[in-house]
């Protein structure tokens, strides 16, 4: 039985509504107020993006999607993009440690169950900056601590729900998050200074330095973070237990492991990370815009991403640098971006490597009365390579190789306006050829909207997108143990990368309603159904043996190979955008039922060991996805009594989730390697001072409720925390 | 199934008491504020002639829009000299258009025709944001280029109307015929 927070939910909701006083204030025209300083010229010049890939107002948008701003963000105290997207419907959010967070839209994460962090983690999703994406090619997703921006440097953030990789490129399997990055529209020097430091010494420093003439812009940024844990201790798979101050782990052969200090150097730290970016923009005429942006990043982090054996937690480091280069000319868009740099997935021996992946996309816009269609072609290249690093005689490194995953794509986005534009077709196709497997794969978004007048429009969307292969899946070639058996005799198990995968893809249907209900209040309705297939994992295959000199060794093929597994998932999404002058909410909830087909928990093939389970023992089974939450959603409001004065008041809730884990299978005793993690609502409060037009004095308030309990299996407890602050625009 | 409504029922609480807490109105989040800043800037870049110099500024509004609430909480605090800045909203099958300014919505651009053969030769700005509607009649057309908006501006439909243009505005847009 599903329990709820929403009861409670209701009615904080209700109290924080109604307990406050309508003063009629100077809060009028806030938004406008920014915009009746700028010069009719700086007016033209501001940014006007919004889903869909195409400039348009979030009303009419195609896809179903949500837009947060700063000002969205500031108002409610986010202190990371990661927390920022707790703001936009659709999202699932758990915080594994102070500041680092697990992400999904929708859901479909802990798939397939009983496997490792690595492959359960969110791979579908596409977080782009300014349609760069930051996709990680090693096991696919994001590395979200290595994202080199901060919220000083963000104008907004588009989030599309559902498959759209036609639109956006591979990996937009369950959706896009991009995130927007400002540009100052005023001439002159400007400047952006924030800081807030708090509970578990979280300290949060970041700023941006512009100076705009004429047609040329030049932004220098810069951001710095340290969290510490809300715990110094750790849990351990094999004891089933938090350990404070361990002097050692056992692993999952119970191979005692002594050397944690070297492992985790500094127990209490959840994140450090610094990173500088500069953004250049350059009109040398209309109609024609030549952007730059480059950055270097350096983080570290405890989180629950890489799987070490012993305990949830490792430390993982990132170097990395990226450029972007992007020129508009009518209607040629082109861009072409880098990034590369080094990572280690945890302090063990042999686990770092080098990466380096290029991105190119050029399309071009025909318009012609009610029709516009847009060819393009792109080429996508990660390069990751750990030979320089790991042990490749005896394979102990990650993945033991270089290996180039590729993809080569040409598409066409068209669009069609009829029924005196009241009925709009929009169409992407992509045909995207990869490296592995060499095949091609289609992937399409169809959709429609009807706009009956100004208040309401209905859309329909058929979408179908593909996951690219990953570095790992593909190319690992790996001994994780060597057991010795008897006199002579060695058990030896091996991880075998497969380049005839089938990739991971995502289908989707969903109807949409948008209402202006009145000028002041907007809904959105999205129902939709997913199917999500071609999941892979690492299966044990037959074990064979050979003589090596007097030793016999018995090898354990570990292969990646595709489960027959099957996901659905039906749901609905309502959110409601509310404002009366110095008032504004914004509650969002998303109720979906997610089941998996033909899933059995064993990781072995028929040939490992005929007669016994395996994983295709599943086949005709249904049972509910208990990883995912049943209900989630929250909501923002904002509340300005006097020009001065910003109180914010805003929560995310989810219901009960049953993660297991990969020990499940391990240890196969009921116990180890599960954790229901509770229902819980977050309630935070920020208050806000501006004394001085520009600078703002604030308290931000993190889960008043003090619901201490964990958000992901086995992570650090997330109590009450306090942060204060100043930030400064000149 | 009871689960389901059970959950259905909550949320639809949950946005009964948001909508029941407060049940009148104001502005909201939109991108057309950029527009209603537009439109009223262009209060100072045209001359109107002397003749419709005195009383209310009027601002028609053709269609279903956004802007028409922006433009009011806009102008809440604005006058044009000292005149006094009226929205209005007009109808192609109405009475007697008195406006100064006209935004033609993309939802009324089907009928862009029948708004300048009303408007023929009457001093009115006519604004819109329709491809290709600046060489259909309009005096100002917004585009959307590079994720910004652009105006098209068509200086012979502005000096037909009696409308006198200054060279900054000019400057600032694309002129085309």
Redesign the interface.
């Known amino acids: ?2 329990k ?1 927070s ?2 409670k ?2 009615f904080l ?2 109290v924080a ?2 307990g406050m006083q ?1 003063a009629e204030a100077q809060y ?2 806030n ?2 107020k920014i ?2 300083s ?1 010069s ?2 700086d ?8 889903i869909s890939k195409a ?5 009419d948008a195609p896809l179903s999607g949500s837009v947060i ?1 700063k000002e969205d963000i500031r108002r409610a105290g986010s202190t990371s993009i990661m927390e920022a997207l707790r703001l936009v419907p659709g999202v699932i959010i758990r915080e594994q440690s102070n500041g680092n967070y697990d992400i999904h839209i929708r859901g479909m994460d802990n798939v397939p169950p009983d496997a490792p962090f690595e492959i359960t983690s969110n791979t579908t999703t596409l977080v782009m900056i300014d349609n760069r994406p930051t996709y990680s090619y090693l096991r696919g997703g994001t590395f979200w601590e290595t994202i080199p921006v901060d919220l000083n440097d963000v104008e907004k953030i588009e989030v599309v729900r559902g498959p759209a990789a036609a639109l956006y490129g591979p990996n937009a399997v369950n959706g896009v998050i991009n995130i927007i990055t400002r540009q100052f529209k005023k001439a002159g020097l400007h400047a952006v200074l924030n800081s807030q430091a708090g509970s578990n010494q979280t300290q949060i420093a970041n700023g941006s330095l512009s100076y705009t003439l004429d047609r040329v812009s030049v932004i220098a940024s810069g951001n710095y973070t340290h969290r510490n844990r809300s715990q110094t201790s750790y849990f351990e798979y094999v004891r089933n237990e938090w350990l404070e101050n361990p002097q050692y782990f056992v692993s999952f052969d119970y191979d005692t492991v002594r050397n944690i200090d070297n492992l985790y150097p500094d127990r209490n730290l959840a994140m450090e990370k610094y990173a500088g970016n500069l953004f250049v923009t350059y009109e040398p005429r ?2 024609m ?1 030549i952007q730059f942006s480059g950055g270097l990043q350096h983080s570290t982090v405890q989180k629950i991403l890489s799987e070490t054996g012993y305990t949830p937690f490792s430390t993982n480091v990132s170097d990395s640098r990226y450029g972007d280069v992007k020129i ?1 000319i009518k209607g040629l868009n082109a861009q072409l971006s880098y990034s590369g740099g080094t990572q280690l997935k945890n302090l063990q021996a042999g686990n770092k490597y080098d990466f380096q992946t290029v991105d190119a996309n050029v399309e071009y816009n025909f ?1 012609k ?1 009610n029709f516009s269609i847009k060819p393009g072609i792109s080429y996508r290249s990660a390069i990751y390579d750990d030979t320089k690093y790991s042990d490749t005689v005896n394979k102990t490194g990650v993945f033991n190789s270089r290996g180039e995953i590729t993809t080569k794509s040409a598409f066409v986005r068209g669009e069609y306006k009829m029924l ?2 009241k009925l709009r077709l929009v169409a992407g196709l992509t045909a995207n050829k990869f490296n592995y497997p060499d095949t091609t794969y289609l992937s399409y978004q169809f959709a429609a909207t009807y ?1 009956f ?3 309401h429009i209905i859309r329909f969307v058929v979408s179908k997108a593909p996951r690219s292969s990953n570095i790992y899946d593909t190319y690992v070639d790996q001994t994780f143990s060597v057991v010795p058996v008897g006199p002579n005799r060695y058990a030896r198990r091996e991880l075998i990368g497969n380049k005839n995968l089938k990739l991971l893809t995502s289908s989707m249907i969903e109807i949409g309603y948008r209402a ?1 209900l ?5 809904l959105d309705i999205e129902v939709f159904r997913t199917k999500m297939k071609n999941v892979t994992a690492f299966v044990q295959d037959r074990i064979y043996a050979y003589a090596s000199g007097p030793d016999s060794i018995y090898v354990a093929p570990v292969i990646a190979m595709n489960l027959p597994l099957e996901l659905y998932q039906t749901g609905i999404t ?1 959110s ?6 110095n ?3 914004k ?1 969002f ?1 998303t ?1 979906q ?1 997610t089941k998996i087909q033909d899933y059995a928990p064993y990781a072995t093939t028929p040939d490992a060991y005929p007669g016994l389970p395996n994983i295709y023992s599943g086949i005709g089974t249904e049972t509910r996805l208990k990883s995912t939450p ?2 989630y ?1 929250g ?1 923002s409001a904002n509340y300005m009594p006097t020009a001065k004065w910003n109180i914010n008041l805003n929560a995310y809730s989810y219901s009960t989730q049953v993660y297991t884990h990969v020990t499940n299978i391990v240890f196969n005793d009921g116990i180890r390697g599960i954790d229901h993690i509770k229902s819980k609502t977050i309630l935070n409060l920020r208050v806000a001072y501006e004394p001085v037009k520009g600078l703002n004095l604030f308290l931000n308030g993190k889960n008043l409720l003090n619901d201490k309990t964990r958000e992901f299996f086995k992570a650090d407890d997330m109590p009450f925390s306090l942060l204060g602050g100043i930030s400064y625009e000149l | 199934m009871i689960l389901i409504l059970r959950k259905l029922t909550s949320a639809l609480a949950l946005i009964a008491i948001l909508l029941l807490c407060n049940n009148s109105a104001s502005a909201q989040e939109s991108d057309y504020t950029v527009h209603a800043n537009i439109i009223y800037r262009f209060t100072k870049y045209v001359k109107w002639p002397d003749e419709n110099k005195s009383g209310d500024f009027i601002i028609g509004i053709a269609g279903d829009s956004p802007v028409e609430e922006e433009l009011k909480t806009l102008i809440s605090n604005k006058t044009v000299g000292n005149r006094k800045i009226v929205i209005r909203k007009v109808f192609a099958s109405g009475a007697t258009l008195n406006c100064h300014i006209l935004f033609v919505s993309e939802d009324a651009s089907s009928n862009i025709k029948k708004w300048i053969a009303r408007m023929a030769n009457i001093p009115v700005l006519i604004v819109t944001e329709s491809e290709g509607m600046a060489r259909k009649g309009s005096c100002i057309n917004f585009v959307i280029i590079n994720d910004r908006l652009k105006l098209e501006i068509n200086k012979t439909n502005i000096e037909q109307r009696k409308l006198g243009i200054a060279t900054e505005l000019l400057s600032l847009g694309k002129v085309v015929k």
């Open positions: 039985m599903v709820f929403v009861p939910l209701i909701c209700a509504m109604c309508i009028i025209q938004e406008s915009y009746d700028l009719l010229k007016l033209l010049n501001v940014k006007i993006v919004s400039p348009e107002f979030l009303f701003t209309d109609r815009l508009a318009t009365n005196d534009g706009k007048n100004a208040k202006r009145s000028s002041d209040l907007n309502l409601v955008s509310y404002a009366k002058k008032i504004q909410i509650p909830v109720f039922h049943a209900f959603g909501f």
